[in-house]
């Protein structure tokens, strides 16, 4: 099992910021021809968490389309976004059937990039049709037979859970910004957009419930054929890292580690998660 943590301290480097931030770009842009060059045909598509839709994903989206030049697709889950209306199964394999006939019009197979409950989602679509998965990259995600419940859902967010299950949409969206974000400015910024989205396309408690339901009773599978990379993050604040680190020992998968983002990777640091991918999709398998 490989790790990798963020190290957010000095180091005392001579190389200046402005460097830093050159080089990287100079290495994002060449890895982002080795995509190009060895992605082939085949679509990424971006699964969502509990209670999530694809504008949830913020800028994450559009900064992928810009370094791979397959298509990039956000797919709501049913009971979201989009499928606000629609009832959600209360199973995984029922939420996995009716994705997959969302993409009868996107031709397969697929690179799946998934977060939390879409994370097993994609390792749920793996296991039942290999031939149309061509790798996983996972994030912040779980497995009941691995991990107690109290660290799949960190025991201290219980209560907010709770609040934000029975409260209003304002205060619901503040609430999961609180659970999901580390960082003020994400919040801050975010804030009125969500609420304003989930005014316009509001996500049930009967759906939300059995999403949870759905999640509750995931068992990791044995380990998929296609490529695989899990990320996580150290502090985050809903699911314990440990649920994470399970899996990547069970599977003999990477982990690579964010020191300081919360549970929303996309939304903390969408520039780190850009550059897991694009290394991701770059490397030989």
């Known amino acids: 099992m490989v790790q990798q943590s963020i190290n957010n301290a000095d180091t005392g480097s001579q190389i200046t910021d402005k460097e830093v931030q050159t080089q990287a770009e100079v290495k994002t842009k060449a890895q982002a021809e080795l995509v190009r060059a060895q992605f082939g045909s085949a679509p990424v598509i971006l699964l969502r968490g509990l209670a999530r839709e694809q504008q949830h994903w913020g800028q994450f989206p559009q900064l992928l389309q810009q370094h791979v030049s397959q298509p990039v697709y956000c797919v709501d889950l049913p009971g979201m976004?989009?499928?606000?209306?629609?009832?959600?199964?209360?199973?995984?394999?029922?939420?996995?059937?009716?994705?997959?006939?969302?993409?009868?019009?996107?031709?397969?197979?697929?690179?799946?990039?998934?977060?939390?409950?879409?994370?097993m989602l994609a390792m749920r679509f793996a296991e039942l049709y290999p031939a149309e998965v061509l790798s996983l990259l996972l994030i912040n995600s779980s497995a009941g037979d691995l991990t107690p419940f109290y660290q799949r859902l960190k025991w201290q967010s219980y209560p907010a859970v709770l609040a934000a299950l029975c409260g209003s949409i304002a205060h619901r969206e503040q609430l999961i910004l609180q659970l999901t974000s580390n960082k003020a400015q994400v919040r801050e910024a975010c804030y009125p957009h969500f609420v304003a989205l989930a005014r316009q396309r509001p996500v049930s408690r009967s759906n939300?419930?059995?999403?949870?339901?759905?999640?509750?009773?995931?068992?990791?599978?044995?380990?998929?054929?296609?490529?695989?990379?899990?990320?996580?993050?150290?502090?985050?604040?809903?699911?314990?890292?440990?649920?994470?680190?399970?899996?990547?020992?069970?599977?003999?998968?990477?982990?690579?580690?964010?020191?300081?983002?919360?549970?929303?990777?996309?939304?903390?640091?969408?520039?780190?998660?850009?550059?897991?991918?694009?290394?991701?999709?770059?490397?030989?398998?």
């Open 208 to 285: 939300a419930l059995r999403q949870l339901w759905a999640a509750s009773h995931f068992v990791l599978p044995d380990k998929p054929g296609c490529k695989v990379l899990l990320l996580g993050s150290r502090n985050d604040r809903l699911v314990d890292i440990s649920a994470s680190q399970q899996i990547a020992q069970r599977w003999q998968v990477p982990l690579l580690l964010h020191q300081s983002a919360g549970h929303d990777l996309a939304l903390d640091d969408p520039d780190w998660l850009l550059a897991q991918a694009v290394r991701f999709y770059a490397a030989p398998e």
């Open 81 to 119: 976004g989009q499928h606000y209306m629609q009832r959600s199964p209360a199973s995984l394999c029922g939420i996995l059937t009716l994705v997959r006939r969302q993409l009868r019009q996107i031709e397969g197979p697929y690179h799946l990039l998934a977060m939390s409950l879409g994370a």
